[in-house]
């Protein structure tokens, strides 16, 4: 990896970090949508696992209001509060099984998980990030997606 591509993926981290955790779930479902077609075939040959697969399932029984409230808590990995699921088996998953976890949630995004709304128009902050993504290595990427989940 060239310095290049690790500056490119310090700074994306970073700006994705200092998002709230609406935009940073804006941001995932931008991203995932986008490039949904090209990560399984990168990282994702063993999705779904029971791990990845029951946590989906988990969060589609909630209503609308809930599932987005339990995505907020699963980004937020040091805030408390009461959740519908469990967090502990979001923070007990490698990177490749969170990865395959919000890949699930990205397809499944305005059916039976709550979809970001047709005109919704994301913050300037979250824009400049997605921006910065809209890289054609899609390695990059996922390296990127690895980091912030």
Same mark, same amino acid.
């Given at each position: 990896? $060239?310095? *290049?591509?690790? #500056?490119?993926?310090?700074?994306?981290?970073?700006? +994705?970090?200092?998002?709230?955790?609406?935009?940073?779930? *804006?941001?995932? &479902?931008?991203?995932?949508?986008?490039?949904?077609?090209?990560?399984?075939?990168?990282?994702? #040959?063993?999705?779904?696992? /029971?791990? *990845?697969?029951?946590?989906?399932?988990?969060?589609?029984?909630?209503?609308?209001? /809930?599932?987005? +409230? &339990?995505?907020?808590?699963?980004?937020?990995?040091? =805030?408390?509060?009461?959740?519908?699921?469990? $967090? /502990?088996?979001?923070?007990?998953?490698?990177?490749?099984?969170?990865?395959? +976890?919000?890949?699930?949630?990205?397809? #499944?995004?305005?059916?039976?998980?709550?979809?970001?709304?047709?005109?919704?128009?994301?913050?300037?902050?979250? *824009?400049?990030?997605?921006?910065?993504?809209?890289?054609? #290595?899609? =390695?990059?990427?996922? $390296? +990127?997606?690895?980091?912030?989940?």
């Amino acid at each position: 990896m $060239t310095s *290049t591509n690790v #500056n490119f993926l310090e700074q994306s981290v970073s700006k +994705f970090q200092r998002l709230d955790a609406d935009d940073r779930l *804006t941001v995932l &479902a931008l991203l995932y949508t986008e490039i949904c077609d090209e990560i399984p075939s990168l990282c994702l #040959n063993n999705v779904p696992n /029971e791990n *990845t697969a029951n946590l989906v399932a988990q969060i589609q029984n909630l209503p609308q209001a /809930e599932q987005l +409230f &339990a995505l907020r808590q699963l980004l937020n990995k040091d =805030e408390v509060g009461e959740t519908a699921i469990l $967090t /502990e088996e979001y923070a007990s998953m490698n990177a490749d099984d969170k990865l395959g +976890f919000w890949y699930q949630l990205a397809q #499944n995004l305005g059916t039976s998980i709550i979809g970001v709304p047709d005109d919704y128009i994301p913050s300037e902050k979250a *824009t400049e990030v997605v921006d910065l993504l809209h890289t054609p #290595n899609i =390695e990059d990427l996922v $390296t +990127f997606f690895k980091r912030i989940l």
